[in-house]
């Protein structure tokens, strides 16, 4: 099937936008493939260095310089559950590698926190900002110069998003990513949900709550709900990162290793010394990127992945915003429910066909690129399958699913549960923002009350618990973005909101802080760029003011009279206990220089170009635009 006019013209759009900084990258990527064999640039002293504690077999390999070394970058420790079965991996990796006739070695490990452990405590504020010093470990891991391809062992929120911007800072090494899959299915979401809010009515007591929670999150592997690290898995699966199929088995079994063995050996093969050298900084390219925002829309998959997308564009020298996202989510449709989106668990979404059926039924309908590279080296379609082990115990592949095999969970695209993604731009006088609709019902989508403003969830919640939020309001929830305290989850307002909501009252949030995957069934308007330490109009909000949340209209506003608007100055809060404790106070540097949220909350630039004064970069060329609605907004910072 001819690909989509929307998803074309949103490829061309992005194409268009990134033409100088795409170039700038391919320019240097070029460069570095062009000095050869990383190996061969060092000196005796330098190569004995690197492979002194070596076996001596391995030894042998790399003094000889003809076979591939592959790094190995692992996210591992032990008290994430989702990290902690890459314990057994490098070994594993290790012997695949010797059997491709290559060695490898553990070229370093980078950090890996859990947003599900600290949400709602002070240590959540330094989660987004781990994203760029993952990067930055992957680039001090790869910095010795000794490799030819790395394979990336990570699963959840941040360090994927990390570990891709880290390797594609290495863009002319080819890159393999690796999954450890997620745990096998606890109790389920709905119940889970709904101990929550009773805790948070103080019906049950902390005792009964931690029972519960110890029954969802109770072995090795991803947490089941389909958040951010979920959404990873499916976006590296469409971006040809992953091995087809392999997001979603789960650690510990005899196919997890066959799979692993499979991705290691598949990295020889696509190294300089392999017979398909693949740089991942060739493989993600414009088409690939909008073919990842696709996936992310059409399962409902994390709203986190509205910034973390565009910062790992950013490092590919792509520029994209949240335009894209918008115009993307109203042709691509909802193919899955997944929870909290749906009762199913991402259990339940592969066995009912998984990552295959979603590829193979978006690209049948037009809405995917099928031209593009993976590791496999074939295009797209070649992921349209399922792995499964042969009677020697490695993994082979068979083709998807025709039909699913719960339609309750997966749908074809003729068949959708919505005809559009679910993800909606908002826009008005307290600036830009997201919102997911997927897990809201129509009749919550449109709020139109007075604001109660906060300067933290802490006063939210003491409000709440004072039983002073018992009628219809928007919650104005500031001084949450990214500059202001790193951008911390607000799940904490989830389960408070959801109370009010079911009592019968119209509520609704606008923040500039983040919700991610977990987004739930009250309208929330996120991400509000700019924040307010950037000058941001959320600052501008005061008590009773009242705003309007339009999802179906995508309109963001303050409903005040203009003249009085213009006249407000920016509030003030005192962020002094953001500054210092839980190791807060050496971030500060990310806080001083970061990006706004719909630039990637970035700490990092686009690639340098050697003409940064020309008005071609700061200004979208004349024939950029396919559509008709504003481009000119992401270019302010860039």
């Known amino acids: 099937m001819s690909l989509h006019p929307v998803i074309a013209a949103v490829t061309a759009r992005i194409v268009e936008r990134s033409r100088l900084y795409r170039a700038a990258y391919l320019n240097r990527l070029a460069d570095s493939i062009h000095q050869g064999t990383q190996r061969s640039a060092l000196s005796c002293t330098n190569l004995a260095h690197g492979f002194a504690a070596f076996p001596p077999n391995d030894k042998l390999v790399l003094k000889q310089q003809q076979q591939p070394s592959i790094a190995i ?46 949400q709602g405590q002070p240590g959540m504020e330094l989660s987004l900002f781990s994203r760029d010093a993952i990067a930055m470990s992957t680039a001090i891991a790869l910095s010795h110069n000794m490799f030819d391809a790395a394979v990336y062992l990570g699963i959840c929120d941040k360090i994927v998003p990390g570990l891709l911007i880290g390797a594609l800072h290495f863009g002319h090494l080819p890159a393999v990513f690796i999954p450890s899959g997620p745990m096998t299915t606890g109790i389920s979401n709905s119940e889970k949900a709904r101990i929550r809010q009773l805790y948070a009515q103080g019906k049950i007591d902390r005792d009964g709550l931690l029972e519960a929670e110890a029954k969802s999150y109770h072995g090795p592997g991803t947490c089941t709900f389909y958040g951010t690290a979920n959404s990873n898995q499916m976006m590296m699966e469409v971006m040809g990162l992953h091995l087809p199929g392999s997001a979603f088995v789960t650690p510990n079994t005899q196919l997890r290793d066959a799979l692993t063995v499979s991705a290691a050996q598949r990295a020889v093969e696509i190294s300089a010394q392999g017979k398909r050298f693949t740089p991942v900084g060739e493989l993600v390219d414009e088409k690939s990127i909008v073919n990842a925002i696709v996936a992310l829309l059409t399962t409902g998959g994390s709203t986190n992945h509205t910034i973390h997308l565009i910062a790992i564009a950013r490092a590919a020298g792509i520029v994209t915003d949240w ?100 993800l909606r731009l908002l826009t008005g006088n307290l600036g830009r923002a997201v919102i997911k609709i997927s897990a809201v019902k129509p009749q919550y989508r449109v709020v139109e009350a007075p604001a109660i403003v906060f300067a933290s969830q802490e006063e939210f919640m003491h409000a709440y618990q004072e039983g002073r939020l018992e009628r219809d309001f928007v919650a104005v929830v500031r001084f949450q973005g990214p500059k202001a305290n790193g951008m911390p989850e607000l799940h904490a307002l989830t389960p408070a909101l959801g109370n009010l909501q079911d009592a019968g009252f119209h509520v609704a949030l606008v923040t500039d802080g983040r919700m991610s995957g977990a987004s739930g069934k009250v309208p929330a308007a996120i991400h509000v760029s700019p924040e307010v330490l950037a000058g941001g109009p959320l600052g501008r909000v005061r008590d009773g003011d009242l705003i309007r949340l339009d999802a179906e209209a995508g309109v963001l506003q303050a409903l005040v009279a203009q003249e009085e608007w213009e006249r407000r100055s920016l509030a003030h809060a005192d962020r002094s206990s953001n500054m210092i404790g839980m190791g807060r106070e050496l971030f500060a540097m990310f806080r001083s220089s970061v990006s706004i949220a719909e630039e990637g909350a970035a700490s990092f630039g686009l690639p340098h170009l050697a003409t940064p004064s020309s008005p071609e970069i700061n200004q979208p060329h004349e024939d950029a635009e396919p559509f008709s609605d504003e481009d000119t907004h992401v270019q302010q910072s860039i």
């Open 323 to 422: 335009d894209d996202f918008h115009k993307l989510s109203s042709v691509v449709p909802l193919l899955t429910r997944i929870y909290p989106n749906g009762e199913a668990d991402v259990n339940h979404f592969h066995a009912a066909g998984g990552t295959g059926f979603v590829i193979r039924e978006l690209l049948d309908a037009g809405l995917l690129h099928e031209d593009v590279t993976t590791v496999l080296g074939k295009g797209l379609r070649a992921h349209c399958s399922e792995p499964f082990l042969d009677e020697d115990g490695r993994a082979i592949w068979k083709d998807a699913p025709a039909a699913s095999a719960d339609e309750n969970v997966l749908r074809p695209a003729s068949n959708p549960f919505s005809p559009d993604g679910g």
């Open 73 to 118: 970058v692992s996210s591992y420790n032990d008290m994430l559950s989702a990290h902690q079965p890459y314990h057994r991996f490098p070994e594993i990796i290790k012997e695949a590698v010797r059997q491709a006739g290559g060695v490898a070695q553990f070229a370093g490990g980078v950090p890996a926190m859990c947003d599900g452990i600290t």
